[in-house]
Structure formats: C-alpha cells, structure tokens
C-alpha cells in the first residue's frame, strides 16, 4: 500500500509563498494521476489541483494563476508551488490520487497558515 507523507507547510504572509512536497512509496505512483487537497476547519476537503501521469494540469479556479502542481516521478514525489497566498487559502493540505479507486490512505497533511 503506497503510503503518502506531505510537507512544507507553515506560517506566511499573506502575497507570500510555499513549496509543498508529497512523498509517496509504492511502485504504482507514476501510473496514476494526483492531485492536492486542502481542507479548512469546519469544510469538506477539496480537490485544488491535479496532474496526470503524462503532465496535464487542473486547477480549481480559486487557485488558478497562484498555484503550480507538478510531479517527479524518479523521486515518487509531487509537489504545490502556492503563490500569492491569501488568508482563504489557510488549510491542511493533502495529496492522493483523486481518480484511484480505492484512493490510497491519507496521509497526515501539512497545515498551511496565511497571516499577517
């Protein structure tokens, strides 16, 4: 079972910017899409942004222009450039792969904070 472990997540300023990077195990993360989740208090968790095996990009329109999702599949790793931040933006973030039935196991997330 590939087993998801996100990080980079942390405190900025509202304009700023963090890297998010999600490291997966397991031999089956290339063949798969992923995506980015977040989840604020009190919400349900939503996809934000995705990537297909082969590169192709979506992105909920609250985050188009801002965030940048890519993927490295030598390293088993994908990753949320997050520009200009916003207070909204405020969530843990998740990565999984939004089209696997069963998604595999969530991992534990990491918090972002935008706040001056």
């Known amino acids: 079972q590939v087993q998801l472990v996100e990080s980079g997540g942390g405190l900025v300023q509202p304009g700023g910017s963090l890297r998010l990077s999600c490291a997966a195990s397991?031999?089956?993360?290339?063949?798969?899409?992923m995506g980015w989740y977040r989840q604020a208090p009190g919400n349900q968790r939503d996809l934000v942004a995705s990537?297909?095996?082969?590169?192709?990009?979506n992105y909920t329109d609250s985050v188009k222009g801002r965030f940048t999702i890519s993927r490295d599949n030598t390293k088993n790793t994908v990753y949320l450039q997050m520009n200009s931040l916003r207070p909204e933006d405020t969530a843990v973030y998740y990565c999984?792969?939004?089209?696997?039935?069963?998604?595999?196991?969530w991992g534990q997330g990491t918090k972002v904070t935008v706040s001056a």
């Open positions: 397991g031999r089956d993360f290339s063949i798969n899409a």
């Open positions: 990537i297909t095996r082969g590169g192709t990009k």
């Open positions: 999984n792969a939004p089209y696997r039935r069963p998604q595999y196991y």
